[in-house]
């Protein structure tokens, strides 16, 4: 099975769960992500709410580039709470990892996105401060608007 997400212009909802090493516990978090393929332009638009008693929403806004390497696609995001992050995805059979770091910061994260179906992948993923886990988050995304 061939990657869907990533790869092809789609609207996908995610829906899971974020937690909170600070305030101990989890919340649900639901999302939406847009790919955008067109030519050498290459995006995501991205957004999670997170249901805590004071809600949070997040927004990322990732330019991708094709590299020398067929499995590694570099990309620079924006990111609401982050500010600009420097990454990297990485696609292997059937798994999709993705890391990166805030430059001039102690903060660093990774995603993996494992594929269950050409509609469906698993998600899971962490921010980091000083190597240290800080917030994770586990759940799905579901391709609701195939391009």
């Given at each position: 099975?061939?990657?869907?997400?990533?790869?092809?212009?789609?609207?996908?909802?995610?829906?899971?769960?974020?937690?909170?090493?600070?305030a101990?516990?989890?919340a649900?978090l639901?999302?939406?992500?847009?790919?955008?393929?067109?030519?050498?332009?290459?995006?995501?638009?991205?957004?999670?709410?997170?249901?805590?008693?004071?809600?949070?929403?997040?927004?990322?806004?990732?330019?991708?580039?094709?590299?020398?390497?067929?499995?590694?696609?570099?990309w620079?995001?924006?990111?609401?709470?982050?500010?600009?992050?420097?990454?990297?995805?990485?696609?292997?059979p059937?798994?999709?990892?993705?890391?990166?770091?805030?430059?001039?910061?102690?903060?660093?994260g990774?995603?993996?996105?494992?594929?269950?179906?050409?509609?469906?992948y698993l998600?899971?993923?962490?921010?980091?401060?000083?190597?240290d886990?800080?917030?994770?988050?586990?759940?799905?995304?579901i391709?609701n608007?195939?391009?």
């Open positions: 099975m061939e990657h869907t997400f990533l790869f092809q212009n789609a609207r996908w909802q995610a829906q899971g769960f974020y937690y909170s090493k600070e101990g516990a989890a649900p639901t999302g939406e992500t847009v790919v955008t393929r067109a030519g050498d332009n290459w995006t995501i638009d991205r957004s999670m709410d997170v249901s805590w008693e004071t809600p949070v929403h997040i927004e990322d806004h990732y330019d991708i580039h094709a590299t020398n390497n067929a499995a590694q696609f570099d620079v995001a924006q990111d609401t709470k982050l500010g600009t992050m420097n990454g990297a995805f990485i696609a292997l059937s798994i999709i990892t993705s890391s990166y770091t805030v430059p001039d910061t102690d903060i660093s990774s995603e993996m996105l494992m594929q269950v179906s050409e509609t469906e998600m899971e993923g962490v921010i980091n401060r000083d190597g886990p800080e917030s994770w988050w586990k759940g799905r995304l391709c608007a195939p391009g």
